[in-house]
């Protein structure tokens, strides 16, 4: 195996040679760069194996030959769990006092290996990523007076399995969000005729961070740049740094290529993108890396913080009820009912379980009287959601049950016969929508019930049924 990786590793310094010398433009080394880190010689370049430290080799001997610095004192490579390694390299600013600052630019390198006898060449998923990263690093140090932070680039390894690789770059001492003003991940850059447009997500944890990253002159005119506020999940190298509260950027052209399946191929990727993408950034980057005043928006520090695994709330509900006749035509007028109560949430991913209890005070009009009773109600629902701005926002839709017990009521100042005429239980479906703005959720109730109001039918042979329709207010105070 030894030899073997030492026959692959020459053919790599062969490529990183010719890349240097004989190819000129940006196009043709990053499409060097891509056919060699998803070549098949590479094996799918899973985390933890030969194939994998070799594509390690290769990045860390494209940064040394462009004249990027290692950032750790043992070198570009940080070794971690004793198989895995980063690599991570320093491009110092200019400035006395902000090139003590970072920006992280990162891009992982491993991807999936060989499988059921297939290799995964992870062209899109992530060596794009990776070759706008070692060319990206090329252009800024062609004039590196123009950056004043300071540049960490680091390929991160075993993101596959766990974003591993930046968790342990994030965990360093240094990498804190006092000294890290901002982290951008690159990741899927090689589909952007495909796509149409290049996004970077997360734009809204930086103060003005719409109109920086959208600015005209950074943007090569055939190049499409769309801004989104929030990255949504956890899904690229710039989480384990959102969550120690730095503001993050994740650079994609979207998953439109044939992702995490063997066809993801070097011959299938947009070179010409990839290399306005890198001009893009690279504009960027500069433009950044010279504002004194980047700063956090503070909004992310909520918005991304994972929900808690269950949560509690005041809730309040307003609205109408009326007896719906289960036969004929006509059906009791509305009347205004309330109630409050407790809500509470068991949390998953994008699902919750809602346990509630209500008091209810319904009334409705009924031929003999309006009657009103007081109730102790008991929601239970499953919760789907829809999550915008982060975690901070999400419209909600759910269904579920109820049960419902009439403790007391009266119709005309008289106590309500619940052993003869009207039934104490009630049982039913529940079921609404709502827009959660942290800490308020706003929405609607729906309750139909199942069982019967009274205990025998009218003269048209027709039951009562409650319905009852809730504009919902809940505060939720985690």
């Known amino acids: ?131 706008v990263l070692i060319e990206l690093a090329r252009e800024l140090k062609r004039d590196p007076s123009n950056l004043k932070r300071s540049i960490i680039l680091v390929a991160f390894d075993a993101e596959e399995i766990g974003l591993l690789g930046s968790y342990n770059f994030s965990n360093l001492p240094n990498i804190t969000k006092e000294k890290v003003k901002l982290m951008i991940s690159i990741d899927m850059v090689g589909w952007y005729e495909k796509s149409g447009k290049l996004k970077y997500k997360g734009t809204g944890t930086i103060k003005t961070g719409k109109k920086l990253i959208l600015n005209d002159e950074y943007t090569p005119k055939e190049l499409n740049v769309v801004a989104k506020k929030f990255e949504v999940i956890p899904a690229t190298d710039s989480y384990p740094f959102r969550k120690k509260g730095i503001p993050t950027l994740w650079v994609t052209t979207g998953i439109v290529s044939p992702y995490h399946k063997p066809q993801d191929d070097a011959h299938l990727i947009d070179y010409n993108g990839m290399a306005l993408i890198t001009e893009n950034l690279k504009n960027v980057i500069e433009a950044l890396s010279q504002k004194s005043d980047l700063q956090s928006s503070n909004e992310f520090a909520n918005r991304f913080r994972p929900m808690p695994r269950f949560t509690f709330g005041i809730s309040a509900n307003i609205g109408t009820n009326f007896h719906h006749y289960t036969k004929g035509t006509v059906n009791g007028k509305t009347s205004a009912s309330f109630g409050v109560g407790l809500t509470s949430h068991i949390n998953f991913r994008s699902f919750a379980i809602r346990p509630e209890i209500y008091y209810d005070r319904i009334y409705a009009k009924h031929p003999d009287g309006t009657i009103a009773t007081h109730n102790l109600t008991v929601p239970l629902s499953v919760v789907g959601r829809w999550y915008f701005q982060g975690r901070a926002k999400f419209a909600d839709l759910f269904f579920g049950g109820y049960y419902a017990y009439r403790f007391w009521g009266k119709q005309n100042k008289e106590k309500i016969d619940f052993e003869n005429t009207f039934n104490r239980n009630e049982g039913g479906l529940t079921f609404g929508v709502g827009l959660y703005l942290r800490p308020i959720r706003i929405g609607y109730t729906n309750r139909i019930a199942l069982t019967n109001f009274t205990k025998t039918s009218n003269v048209d042979n027709a039951h009562i049924r409650n319905i009852t329709n809730y504009f919902t207010i809940t505060y939720m105070f985690r």
Do not use: C
């Open 1 to 131: 195996m030894r030899k073997f990786r030492k026959t692959v590793l020459f053919l790599l310094v062969i490529s990183i040679f010719l890349s240097a010398n004989s190819q000129s433009t940006i196009k043709e080394r990053l499409e060097q760069h891509v056919y060699t880190l998803a070549s098949d010689s590479l094996k799918g370049r899973k985390a933890g194996t030969d194939h994998g430290r070799m594509a390690a080799d290769y990045i860390a001997a494209q940064f040394e030959e462009i004249g990027v610095k290692p950032f750790l004192a043992s070198g570009f490579l940080q070794i971690f769990d004793w198989k895995f390694q980063n690599v991570v390299g320093i491009i110092h600013g200019n400035d006395s006092t902000l090139k003590h600052e970072y920006i992280i630019v990162g891009a992982h390198y491993d991807h999936l290996g060989v499988r059921n006898g297939e290799i995964y060449n992870g062209a899109d998923d992530n060596a794009s990523g990776v070759a």
